[in-house]
């Protein structure tokens, strides 16, 4: 099992750019979650899909920030454009069912100067 | 009030010891409920599920009361490896987990 892959693992990149984090989650489950980390607010869950489907992105900042999954076995975050407080430790987790506990990729920790 | 609520710490406890952890949580409807523990500059792992009638995993021990709505992690025979932050998670029934921020634990030689 190759476990939930995220790319790129690091990002620098300057303000206003664009940035596209991508996520693979585990075959077969079919639930994917774009958790954001920092020191201040801990980890807050950005947003969630169900079978491809965004069920909620009430945790998504701004209009900056959008989320895609084309297929069961992709999706992206984008931000565009980005600022300097948009940097964090970007997570996405999969899980095949709420009882059972999620798992997470490696993150992407994204600097923007 | 947030959600899920959990003592930052840090927690330094010798070796060998015993160190125990709570969590409360302000949704009376939830209904899943995990430890988590994420090593520094890393992702988080899923420790154990808690049951309502308590669950032991080795040296750890996990506990449930809904009365007070608060969970509990208990570790004994503290080791080195056990240094980490440890997260409080509960879920309303619904795929969505909330997150505590965390308590650190430093177990020390």
């Known amino acids: 099992d190759a476990g939930v892959i995220q790319s790129p693992r690091h990002e620098v990149t300057e303000m206003g750019q664009e940035v596209t984090l991508r996520c693979k989650p585990i075959?077969?489950?079919?639930?994917l979650f774009w958790y954001r980390q920092t020191m201040m607010r801990g980890l807050e869950l950005l947003i969630y899909f169900n079978n491809n489907v965004p069920i909620d992105d009430s945790g998504m900042p701004e209009d900056r920030f959008s989320a895609k999954m084309p297929n069961a076995s992709f999706s992206t975050l984008k931000i565009q454009p980005s600022e300097p407080r948009d940097s964090a430790v970007y997570f996405c987790?999969?899980?095949?069912?709420?009882?059972?506990?999620?798992?997470f990729g490696s993150g992407t920790r994204l600097t923007v100067v | 009030r947030k959600e899920v609520e959990q003592d930052p710490g840090p927690f330094n406890v010798p070796e060998g010891a015993t160190v125990a952890f709570n969590c409360t949580y302000s949704?009376?409807?939830?209904?899943?409920f995990f430890w988590y523990r994420q090593d520094c500059r890393k992702e988080p792992k899923l420790l154990m599920s808690v049951y309502s009638s308590g669950n032991e995993d080795g040296r750890f021990t996990a506990q449930l009361n809904r009365a007070s709505q608060y969970i509990s992690l208990l570790i004994r025979d503290s080791k080195l490896s056990d240094s980490a932050t440890y997260l409080c998670v509960v879920s309303s029934g619904t795929y969505k987990y909330i997150f505590g921020t965390g308590t650190r634990l430093k177990v020390l030689a």
């Open positions: 949704n009376s409807a939830s209904q899943s």
């Open positions: 987790a999969s899980t095949s069912g709420g009882g059972y506990g999620y798992t």
């Open positions: 075959s077969g489950h079919n639930s």
